[in-house]
């Protein structure tokens, strides 16, 4: 998997993009499919196993981005819904995911309005200094209501590579 272009392009990039974990960074539900205690699988690198022998992994392009956009300015955050904050956090770190979260990361059950307000307040930040990527339809009202915008990726394959650079493109264009 290449890098997103947009990272590497020269273009503008937001001061924050802010990423749902859900179907967006990995592909399940964290409140509901792994059963704890989680660890990483023995002898798969990468792969986390629950107390049924589940096997979880992000998906594919997930590091890729992550990674890239870590080495830039723009902040990495999490706005998270889950009903389970505690299990979100550790697919975090199972994942070795937190080392890339450059930002904040608000991840309790909620509005997607009240974490953005929280992120805007902690980071100083406009609204339209922002991308949100979120696999649900129902939290375009970040964008409706703030102006941030908002890229839905497909819960199949979460937030691809293409996802990323159309979203990064949009908010260049609404610049």
């Known amino acids: 998997v290449q890098p997103p272009k947009t990272l590497t392009d020269g273009g503008p990039l937001p001061k924050m993009i802010v990423f749902d974990l859900d179907y967006t960074l990995w592909p399940f539900w964290v409140d509901t499919h792994p059963y704890p205690p989680l660890q990483l699988h023995p002898t798969k690198p990468g792969v986390v196993t629950d107390k049924m022998k589940g096997e979880y992994t992000p998906f594919p392009g997930t590091h890729i981005i992550l990674s890239t956009l870590a080495k830039t ?56 200094e922002m991308i949100f990527f979120d696999d649900e339809m129902r939290n375009r009202e970040v964008e409706r209501k703030l102006g941030v915008v908002t890229r839905i990726v497909g819960e199949d394959g979460g937030c691809t590579v293409e996802d990323f650079d159309k979203g990064v493109m949009e908010w260049r264009r609404q610049r």
Do not use: C
């Not at 608000?106 to 929280?118: A, L, Q, V």
């Open 73 to 128: 300015q723009t902040k990495v955050s999490i706005a998270s819904r889950t009903e389970a904050p505690k299990l979100g956090r550790q697919m975090l770190d199972l994942f070795n995911l937190r080392r890339y979260v450059t930002g904040w990361e608000e991840i309790y059950p909620g509005s997607k309005i009240t974490h953005f307000k929280k992120l805007h307040e902690k980071s100083g930040f406009g609204y339209d």
